[in-house]
């Protein structure tokens, strides 16, 4: 399964970006989705996953209530919506992929897209 991440880009501070996960040549209806974020210098952090039956889970608290995961099965999209951003929101997201439920660690997660750059800046 390979995924691929739409464009990330430059958003100002209280400003939303919605992110998508597609796979290619695959389907996703059995999968569940990760959306990891990178700040330089860290690791990567889960900050939402949604199973393949449709349950989301958003991890950190500093992101809870502001990002949200849906998916499409008529699209075969994943989606992450990021309202009322922040500077500390800036970072490559990516997504990962593994079956069927979601699992907090990233070395549980076996296929990943290419990563893109979200910068909330004013």
Known sequence: LQLVESEGGLVQPGGSLRLSCAPVGSILDNYAIGWFRQVPGGERELVSCI???GIVSTYPDSVK???TTSRSSIENRVYLQMTSLKPEDT??????SRWNSCRRESQLFEQWG???QVTVSS
Do not use: V
Request: glycine letters at 20%; one cysteine or more; aromatic letters at 20%.
């Open 65 to 67: 209530g502001r990002f």
């Open 114 to 116: 290419q990563g893109t």
């Open 51 to 53: 199973s393949s039956s």
């Open 91 to 96: 970072g490559i997201y990516y997504c990962a």
